[in-house]
């Protein structure tokens, strides 16, 4: 509960953000998201790889996610799960107690 009051209370003070500030917000943002992913994420780790792209030094702005491939229903059915979950995630646990709408399990 409080989680979704601070993910409110950043929505609304984002929102009176000039543009340029939110510009500027969404760039810082979409980075660590892309160094997450690929500190974490051995797939996206082996794609940033492969076009030689790191994010902690080549990050320039939100047009590097056009370098980046869209994963797709071949790819999840392709690779193994674990190529997208952070090193020992224990699946049992993400899939049974989180409620269905949050669940990273697909079903094809």
Do not use: W
Request: charged share 30%; net charge positive.
């Amino acid at each position: 509960m409080l989680k979704n009051f601070r993910a409110l209370y950043q929505v609304l003070h984002d929102i009176k953000l000039s543009e340029s500030k939110k510009e500027s917000l969404i760039s810082k943002r979409l980075k660590s998201v892309l160094i997450a992913s690929y500190e974490y994420i051995p797939y996206y780790r082996k794609i940033m790889q492969g076009i030689g792209y790191n994010p902690l030094k080549d990050y320039s702005d939100p047009k590097d996610l056009t370098r980046l491939p869209i994963i797709t229903k071949k790819d999840l059915k392709t690779h193994n799960e674990s190529l997208f979950l952070k090193k020992n995630v224990d699946t049992s646990k993400l899939y049974t107690e989180v409620p269905e709408y949050f669940c990273l399990k697909t079903r094809f």
